[in-house]
């Protein structure tokens, strides 16, 4: 079992720049990759990142690629979100996941855990 913990969201101008972070709980955090998906309102949630149990590989979708970059420290079960050149379509609630099975995967069925959410809101 494993519980997330997102924080770091909050308002900002566009062309700013925030950081995510989730803390896990648990022994087995550096084992499961991660991902960060975001919902809008009136939107399905989507996938945005994610990273593999060491870190060694990531991924990204193409709206926030170049802009965005996930990391992780494991020493510190935490997962990062470094988010830069935010534009107003970024707003969106953000959720950070957890895969027991280590895939870093696109799709939130790939996930097994998720936090509670932090709202990023970008202002024009």
């Known amino acids: 079992q494993v519980q997330l913990v997102e924080s770091g969201g909050g308002l900002v101008q566009a062309g700013g720049s925030l950081r995510l972070s989730c803390a896990a709980s648990?022994?087995?955090?550096?084992?499961?990759?991660m991902g960060w998906f975001r919902q809008a309102p009136g939107k399905e949630r989507e996938f945005v990142a994610a990273?593999?149990?060491?870190?060694?590989?990531?991924y990204y979708a193409d709206s926030v690629k170049g802009r965005f970059t996930i990391s992780r420290d494991n020493a510190k079960n935490t997962v990062y979100l470094q988010m830069n050149s935010l534009k107003p379509e970024d707003t969106a609630v953000y959720y950070c996941?957890?895969?027991?099975?280590?895939?870093?995967?696109?799709?939130?069925?790939?996930?097994?855990?998720w936090g509670q959410g932090t709202q990023v809101t970008v202002s024009s």
């Open positions: 648990g022994r087995t955090f550096s084992s499961y990759a």
């Open positions: 990273i593999s149990w060491s870190g060694g590989s990531t």
């Open positions: 996941a957890a895969s027991g099975v280590g895939v870093a995967g696109h799709f939130s069925y790939e996930y097994d855990y």
